[in-house]
Each structure stands twice: as C-alpha cells, then as structure tokens.
C-alpha cells in the first residue's frame, strides 16, 4: 500500500510539473500601424518590416495612415546591390537580404512613394515571387566579372536597369496623390520622414561599448555601422521607445524551434526539453546574460534570419512581459497566429535580437550622452 501511494505520489508531482498554463496574454502598449501584409517569395523583409516602420513614424509625425511602396525601395537597392557584387569581382554577397539602414539609404536619395504608385507587380499578378529576377541579375554580375577580355562593357549598369524595368516596372519621377503633384523627394518631406534621424542600436563584446562599428553579418552587404552598447541598455532602448510612442524595426534570428509564427510566440526555454511544449504554454525561460548571448553569435547559432517591426508589448497571466512584433509573412491563420504578429519574451528579445533601428529622440537620455548624440 506504501508502495501504490508513492508511485501516485509521485505519478501526480510529474503531472503537475508537465501540465502547464496555456499562454492568456493581456496587451500593455499597442502602437498604431498598417495592416500586416505578405512579402510573398521573396527575401525583401528588410524593406517591408522597414517600411511598415517608416509607416508607423508617418503616422506619429503626421497622423496620416499611408500604404508605402516596399518594391519601390527594393527596385532602386537591387542596382547598388549588383554594382557592389560586381565591383567587389563576386567575392560580396549578392542576395535579396538586406538591413534597414538599406531602406534609410534608399529614402535619402530616392525618397519615397505610395505603394499604389509602385507595386512592383503587373495585373495579372498578385504577389511577389523575386527568384527568376534575382537568378538572372546574378548571372549578368557573374557574366561580367567572367568577361573573358576583362573590361566590363559600358551596357551593364543600362541592361540592370532594363530587367529591373521588366521584372518590377519602369522607375517614378512624379506622381498624383490625393490631388497634388508630388517627386518621390517631395513626397518624403510632405510625410515628415528624416532618414538621418534613425539610427542602429546593437550590443556585442567584440567591439567597445558607446562606439558604432561594422558588424560583419552576411546581409550587411552595404557595410553600414551600428552603434553598439551592453544588453540592459538595448533592451532599455526599446522599452523607452515603445514608452513614449515609437515603434522599433528589429533584425533577429527566426531559425530557432522556439520561434513559430503557426503559434504566435518566441521563446528560450531554460530546459531545451520543453521547446515544442513552449509553443504552447508557459515554461520557465533561460537567464540570457550577455556573454551567453556573445557566444551564441559567435558560434553562428545567432544569425540574422529576418526583419520584424515591434509595435508593442503584452503581459502573460504571470506577468512575464512579451513584445508585439509585426511579421510580414500575411495573415493565413493556418501558418499565423495573432493576425500575423509574434509575441517574443524578453529571454528572446536579449538572446535572439542582432540590432534595433529607433528614431533619435526613442533613446533613453542616459545612453544618448553615453554615445555623444
């Protein structure tokens, strides 16, 4: 009989451990943007979740709700991309990756139109598919580069912009909108946008602290710098943004079982036993430090996968917090859950989050004088 009420005992304690709470999620902030919307097959997040973001920033300075052109800022990148691969004699990457800052160079000197101004898609489509168009802009840089007399032909740059013309559309000068007469440059002031007013925060050891460096990840083709602080601080940074009403383009890894955007959520279970069951229910997290966060860059098991947009944070029933980030892969409910959105834990966040991109003015004081803005 001792024997039986031991088992059970034990039996009912292995039970209780296993059978967890199903996630009940309350929001906390919850920032206005656009609907969330398909890159389709493509590799262009950078340019959606960047403009998703730039779209929230127009909403805050202006209060005006405005469908941006992604395919705009990616038929004017795909040129620089090439020349760079070219350039650079194939020994760069040539993807359809990329980082926000891409977008913000690309809004600083070709501005920004309406997404009904350029698509980037003909009538009979529907959605974007980039693989024939990226195949055949890589196999004019390769046949370049190749060139067996070893003098590039004047034509390169004029054939680029013709398949750039064919495959997305014909480039835009001037445009109607809402009855007025706007260039791309125009556009952007009229929408208050200033790409010199956001910046790149990331935290790494192997560069100094409150200083900006190249991080050297495959994506970042166009070798833009990040300024680089400890891990309290970008956390810190994204908190006070989100605060005082700025929402947050995020560059981070997706490639983890603990990531699904079927189930909605993102996280680091302590016992790597659990990560099917996190999906589901709340499980204790793993305490990210920032040298376990280093290592895991620096074994590649920390890559940049993807470009979300963080529109706000939420709470579980045990008050653990959470952030509303803003996918870009449709609302499908059979592959999305959340209407599209993810809810990563802060465990998440910290381990998982290769750099934010904030307005000026989202950055906490103290940092700010910490690295001479």
């Known amino acids: 009989m001792r024997s039986f009420l031991s088992y059970f005992g034990i039996l009912f304690i292995s039970v ?74 194939g020994k760069a990457q040539f993807s359809e990756g990329g980082l926000a800052h891409d977008v913000l160079n690309s809004v600083a000197q070709y501005g920004l139109v309406p997404n009904d101004t350029f698509s980037g898609l003909f009538t009979s489509e529907t959605s974007h598919n980039h693989a024939e168009l990226v195949a055949v802009l890589k196999a004019m840089g390769e046949t370049y580069i190749d060139n067996p007399a070893r003098k590039l032909s004047k034509k390169w740059k004029p054939a680029t912009e013709a398949v750039l013309d064919i495959y997305l559309g014909q480039n835009v000068s001037n ?7 706007f260039t791309p440059e125009s556009f952007r002031r009229e929408l208050k946008i200033v790409p010199e007013d956001y910046l790149t925060i ?28 400890p891990l309290n601080d970008m956390i810190a940074t994204v908190d006070n ?12 890894d997706v490639s983890e079982k603990t990531f699904s955007s079927k189930s909605g959520v993102a996280v680091i279970p302590a016992n790597a036993a659990n990560n099917t069951e996190a999906l589901n229910a709340i499980y204790p997290e793993r305490i990210v430090t920032q040298e376990y966060r280093q290592d895991e860059f620096e074994n590649f098991n920390t890559t940049d996968d993807h470009l979300m947009h963080i529109t706000g944070s939420l709470k579980d029933q045990n008050g653990t917090k959470y952030y509303k980030v803003k996918n870009s892969w449709g609302t499908d409910e059979s592959r999305n859950a959340n209407g599209g959105y993810v809810y990563f834990s802060e465990a998440y966040m910290k381990l998982k989050a290769i750099s934010v991109t904030v307005h000026k003015d989202a950055i906490p004081k103290t940092t700010a004088r910490k690295l001479k803005l």
């Open 241 to 252: 943004a989100l605060a005082n009403g700025f929402t947050v383009e995020l560059d981070c």
């Open 202 to 229: 990331t935290s790494f050891t192997h560069a100094p602290f409150y200083s900006s460096f190249v991080l050297n990840i495959p994506d970042n083709w166009s070798y833009g710098s990040m300024y680089n602080v």
């Open 16 to 89: 209780s451990v296993s059978a967890q709470d199903a996630y009940q999620f309350t929001p906390i902030i919850d920032l206005e943007t656009t609907p969330v919307i398909s890159q389709g097959r493509t590799g262009t997040c950078w340019s959606f979740s960047s403009t998703s973001f730039l779209e929230s920033e127009v909403i805050r300075l202006t209060g005006k709700q405005i469908d941006l052109s992604e395919m705009y800022t990616v038929r004017n990148t795909y040129p620089k991309k090439l020349e760079n691969f070219v350039m650079r004699q």
């Open 175 to 181: 445009f109607n909108y809402n009855g007025k007469s």
